[in-house]
């Protein structure tokens, strides 16, 4: 099932089973990520690495997507701005020792058919995020995840904000991405 709602700005808590929030730490509405994706398993991540024990945890980082069937499962959005649109996407993850198994898992992102990153943890509690400005090559965006044999791929939140494409132009036009390397 492709699902093909038009975006703006978007904010998505992967794996939350509840209806729309606002985080009272940044003010920011929530959407759950059904009308995203229809494959995987929504999952909270261990005790251990959830409020109180981890008071600074961002709300939206106490749950996640993990995707055990599948070797590429991907979240399909729809720029409101359609075709040629320049976006910024970021993604985050939290191991959390959600499974129980304490093993960091690596698997790749990719944004539509080009690889994006590889995402990596240094332990249970690194919060890793994602970032890409890149423009749309067609009505949708994929934003997927790809198992490469070395644990299972998940996701725990996803954000999307359409830029003015005369900020960030390349000499490439269209055809490229910019990944963040460091902030």
């Known amino acids: 099932h492709l699902f093909c709602f038009g975006v703006d700005f978007v904010s998505i808590?992967?794996?939350?089973?509840?209806?729309?929030?606002?985080?009272t730490d940044t003010n920011i509405t929530y959407?759950?990520?059904?009308?995203?994706?229809d494959t995987g398993i929504n999952q909270n991540i261990s005790s251990e690495f959830m409020y109180p024990n981890n008071p600074n945890l961002p709300f939206p980082l106490?749950?996640?997507?993990?995707?055990?069937?599948g070797n590429k499962n991907c979240y399909v959005l729809k720029p409101e701005a359609g075709n040629g649109s320049?976006?910024?996407i970021r993604a985050t993850f939290l191991y959390g020792n959600y499974d129980g198994e304490n093993k960091l898992p690596e698997f790749d992102l990719?944004?539509?058919?080009n690889f994006w990153s590889t995402v990596r943890?240094?332990?249970?509690?690194?919060?890793?995020?994602?970032?890409?400005?890149?423009?749309a090559q067609s009505n949708t965006m994929d934003i997927c995840l790809i198992n490469k044999g070395l644990g299972t791929p998940f996701i725990s939140a996803l954000e999307f904000r359409p830029l003015n494409s005369s900020t960030y132009g390349t000499e490439f036009g269209t055809s490229a991405s910019l990944v963040l390397i460091e902030r």
Do not use: M
């Not at 106490?62 to 069937?69: H, V």
């Not at 943890?121 to 423009?135: L, P, Q, R, Y």
């Open 13 to 23: 808590d992967c794996g939350s089973p509840s209806k729309p929030y606002e985080d």
């Open 31 to 37: 959407s759950p990520d059904g009308d995203y994706i």
């Open 62 to 69: 106490s749950d996640l997507r993990s995707f055990p069937q």
């Open 86 to 88: 320049l976006n910024l």
């Open 110 to 113: 990719y944004l539509s058919v």
């Open 121 to 135: 943890f240094e332990n249970a509690s690194d919060i890793v995020t994602k970032e890409i400005i890149g423009f």
